[in-house]
């Protein structure tokens, strides 16, 4: 059974960090390019970041570049977003999804052929 899923979101303060994991399964993880994207309630879909295959090479909104690292473990099938310095908009539904060919402007989920269920992320004082 193909299968992504993340875990790792939690409510936090401003300023904060979080860590996020995706765990792949049914599929050649270490084949395939990695994105994480975010949704929040009555907002469009952001695209956060890509990873390559192998790890190499990663790019990121400008939202969250310099505060979002990404990164990848094949031998462990999974893939992490570290989040630090938290703000208030980054609160969304956080999910972790094989790269679609309409990446980075993908506009639904939908269109992501592999994705997980999604972990939600809150920023709050």
């Known amino acids: 059974q193909v299968q992504l899923v993340e875990s790792g979101g939690a409510l936090v303060h401003p300023g904060g960090s979080l860590r996020l994991s995706c765990v792949a399964s049914?599929?050649?993880?270490?084949?395939?390019?990695m994105s994480w994207v975010r949704q929040a309630p009555g907002k469009a879909l952001e695209w956060i970041s890509d990873?390559?295959?192998?790890?190499?090479?990663?790019y990121y909104a400008g939202s969250v570049r310099g505060r979002f690292t990404v990164s990848r473990d094949n031998a462990k099938n999974t893939l992490w977003l570290q989040m630090d310095d938290l703000k208030p908009e980054d609160t969304a539904v956080y999910y972790c999804?094989?790269?679609?060919?309409?990446?980075?402007?993908?506009?639904?989920?939908?269109?992501?052929?592999?994705r997980g269920q999604g972990t939600q992320v809150s920023v709050s004082s």
């Open positions: 990873i390559n295959s192998v790890g190499g090479r990663s």
């Open positions: 999804a094989h790269v679609a060919p309409c990446s980075p402007r993908c506009r639904s989920l939908d269109e992501y052929e592999i």
């Open positions: 049914g599929f050649a993880f270490s084949s395939l390019a």
